[in-house]
């Protein structure tokens, strides 16, 4: 304050609201009203009523937050919010709420309508790269996700799956949907849900088959049926009827529409030689039959068409008019070589 007749001296009538310096510099105690004195040496003053507005409570809430979300910030009188740097920070203007625009530092203040004013500094941190990757594997496959910044990876339901904390390999576990986060030291982090999806059931059915012959695999339906090596076994893509084409082994696949699936490994097991040897006698005369493959049983269904022995080879003499069927069959695999006697 001033005052043009020089020589006199400020005096505050209530130094408890408000006092006064040697200069007229008045300061605010506590809210009320004052009335400030100029008096001349004379005795004679000039006096004026100053009022001491309150000044909000100070600001409470989060002063950190991460670009994108959101904190809320309060003080206890009704006032209005304002940023110094909304490219930063922007504020609700009346209700305190902060949401992070770009890293760096924004000053939040709350004005009372006098003018007086509080004010905290708030800081945004950057958030990391959106993570990519794909967004769903098979229980027990891995896949990779990527995000930038030297954070550190974590998942919501171990679960459904575990996540390598630097790498970000993620390894599903059981079915089920959990979400992926990728956080930096100052807490900010970005979130990818990941859905973990089933195995089929386990193929059953019988694991081998003769060359020639077929075989039938199940699984729960749904699915596709295929074969990993068609020149050895062929599987039906619905059936699941696997036909052995030549020896050897083929993994058959059962894949489901999410692209998750099992497999078993089929035998497909080698027919013995040809039967060699006479097929056509006249009845009372005999025949030897013999196969080159060894380890197999000779066998014919009962039949009174011939009679038979097993020596070298299977022999045989007619008994009456008609045919007879003749087999031979390897003990390992089951496979089978069968001719007609024709007597």
Known sequence: MADATPGGTWSSGTPGIAIVGSTGSVFGVTAGLATI?????SGCYATVVVTVNSTPPPITGSGTLCVGSTTTLTTGIPGYWSSGSPSIATVGFTTGLVTGIAPGTATISYSLGVGCS???????NATPA????????????????ISSGGGTWSTSSPVYGAVNPTTGVFTGISAGVTTISYALGTGCNAIYPVTVNPLPSAISGTASVCQGATTTLTDGGGGIWSS????????GSSSGIVSGVSAGTSTITYTLGTGCFTTLPVTVNPLPAPI???????????????DATPGGTWS??????????????????GLSVGTAGVTYTLAATGCSASVTVTV
């Open 118 to 124: 509080v004010s905290i500094v708030v800081t945004v």
């Open 130 to 145: 959106p993570i990519s990757g794909p967004s769903s594997v098979c229980a027990g496959s891995s896949i990779t996700l």
């Open 228 to 235: 990993g090596s068609t020149g050895i076994a062929t599987v």
């Open 300 to 317: 014919l269904p009962s039949t009174g068409i011939i009679t038979y022995s097993i020596l070298s080879g299977f022999n045989y003499t």
């Open 37 to 41: 004195s100029y008096t001349l040496g």
């Open 276 to 290: 060699v040897g006479p097929t056509s006698i006249c009845v009372g005369s005999s025949a030897t039959l013999t």
